[in-house]
């Protein structure tokens, strides 16, 4: 028989664009992956659904697909992983198991109207002492106001309990194992869960008429979840471990002390610092979150997001033609000493953490007759780390504690000058990760430590392996310098309102 090390775990990483399958070795290599993606809908401006049956459906192949191209049976894989894009709810029907709407994704802006309501009625004090969230349409628990509110036969059957509903972990468990269940990452990110007591919360389930009884059952990130209905497999797994994707990310890079942080630069940038096992309110508007509970052991962090980051580099390439890829950003910006003066702020969007402006909008300052693109470009990638040391800075003011180096994953540390000016804007090493799916790795770990793949969170931290670190190298008074001009872009920015 094989020894249980000889074994792997499988982790499901469900993201906004796609759904993926990792199969990982007792080291934490890869042996396999397999990758599909799946509809976006929008029905009208600012709104964003999923097909739930899709998301499902394109989970479960690529499962069977990386299971197959890894060579193994199911039967040598000790537990499955989950970790998912947040926030997005999904409502099915207890009875035949199909979902009845298209799932409200994160990015859906469709509750906009019912936050401000909130807020008029001066429940934002209530519901962020009680989730560390804010009243934003981000959050699950104003979408499925908005779905009771608009549709009146769904709103009878949920106080009948004919409907169940939940975030995309659930909706995957619930295919998996036929049980309502969720994860305390996940439902800390709904509005509705009350993040001290750890349970629905019936005060802010009833302000947004949600019936608690058609919540799931709350569990640690790392736990029994059930196993593996027949048939899916050729036997049934158990699934042993649940993060929403930031966490997960924490976990994978092993940030398990407080004080230690994370940040991911994707499209956005996704930051998060642990902060041990209390809740620490944050003064400098950032959220605050439960970063897994395990071995009965809730910890917590503190978060914040940056809208624009690698995607201001898919705006100079698209629509200014400044570069042809993302990759060539970063010659260009070393093709010149220093970005001359000039400073972008690229609120697109408008601005996340720590400003929380919707109505900022993009913007660029201190060109002169000499400026090319390079100094545009470099003042592009310059603006991801600053808008990241703002999270750092608050974060590192709310915690009271000094990082000592940052993790970094996603697609845009591939930038090695992005990483350099973010370790000397922000004066701390910035380390990278050998294995770049730190998500779905994070989610192998929670999954491996329920079942006794791996010991504890000692023999995990021993496995995360520096592929390249970047030591800061700015001196103090230029990096105050810096920050000072920038605070004073986004000030200007936050000004010009037409
Ligand atoms: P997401 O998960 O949000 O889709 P990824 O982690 O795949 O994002 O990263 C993609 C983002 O990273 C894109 O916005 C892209 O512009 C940016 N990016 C990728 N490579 C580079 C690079 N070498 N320099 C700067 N940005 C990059």
């Not at 660029?364 to 007759?369: E, P």
Request: net charge negative; hydrophobic share 40%.
């Amino acid at each position: 028989m094989k020894k249980t090390t000889d074994k792997v775990i499988m982790s499901f990483d469900q993201g906004t664009t796609s759904s993926r399958t990792i199969i990982f070795d007792h080291e934490g290599n890869i042996l396999s992956q397999a990758q599909k993606e799946f509809p976006q809908y929008y029905p009208q401006p600012g709104w964003v659904e999923h097909d739930p049956e899709e998301i499902w459906n394109s989970q479960y192949e690529t499962a069977r697909d990386a299971l197959s191209l890894s060579g193994l049976s199911a039967t040598e894989v000790v537990a499955i992983g989950i970790t998912n894009q947040r926030e997005t709810i999904v409502v099915w029907d207890k009875q035949t198991g199909k979902a009845v709407t298209r799932a409200v994704v994160w990015q859906c802006r469709r509750s906009t109207g019912i936050c401000e309501e909130l807020v008029a009625n001066g429940l934002e004090t209530e519901f962020r002492n009680r989730t560390g969230l804010r009243l934003d349409p981000y959050f699950s628990g104003t979408k499925l106001s908005w779905l009771f509110r608009n549709n009146s036969a769904l709103r009878d059957r949920a106080e009948k309990g004919e409907i169940l509903v939940g975030t995309i972990d659930s909706w995957l468990l619930w295919k998996l194992t036929g049980q309502h269940r969720t994860d305390i990452t996940n439902a800390s990110r709904t509005l509705l869960f009350n993040i001290t007591d750890e349970r629905w919360d019936p005060v802010l389930c009833s302000i947004l008429g949600i019936p608690i009884h058609i919540l799931p059952e709350v569990k640690q990130s790392s736990d029994d979840y059930g196993t593996t209905l027949s048939g899916l497999f050729d036997c049934s797994i158990p699934i042993t471990g649940v993060a929403g994707d930031q966490q997960a990310a924490l976990f994978g890079h092993g940030c398990f002390n407080p004080g230690t942080a994370k940040n991911t630069y994707g499209t956005g940038c996704f930051t998060l610092m642990n902060t041990g096992n209390h809740p620490v309110w944050s003064s400098n508007n950032l959220l605050t979150t439960v970063a897994w509970k395990i071995r009965g052991k809730t910890t917590y962090a503190l978060e914040g997001s940056v809208f624009i980051a690698g995607a201001v580099i898919q705006w100079l390439r698209d629509e200014l033609h400044m570069i042809q890829t993302s990759a060539e950003s970063e010659q260009l910006a070393l093709s010149v000493p220093d970005s001359a003066g000039v400073f972008l702020v690229p609120a697109f969007v408008g601005l996340g953490a720590p400003y929380w402006d919707p109505d900022v909008r993009g913007s660029l300052f201190g060109l002169t007759r000499g400026i090319g693109s390079a100094h545009i470009v470099r003042a592009a990638l310059e603006s991801i780390a600053y808008q990241s040391e703002d999270l750092l800075a608050a974060m590192c003011a709310d915690s009271g504690t000094c990082l000592e180096s940052l993790k970094a994953d996603g697609g845009a540390t591939a930038n090695a000058f992005l990483m350099q000016f973010q370790a000397n804007i922000s004066a701390i090493p910035v380390s990278l990760p050998e294995v770049v799916e730190i998500t779905a790795l994070g989610a192998a770990y929670l999954a491996g430590l329920h079942c006794g793949y791996w010991d504890n969170l000692d023999e995990i931290s021993r496995k995360w392996k520096e592929k390249k670190r970047f030591e800061p190298s700015m001196d103090k008074e230029e990096r105050v310098y810096r920050m000072k001009a920038w605070h004073k872009a986004v000030c200007s920015a936050k000004e010009f309102k037409v």
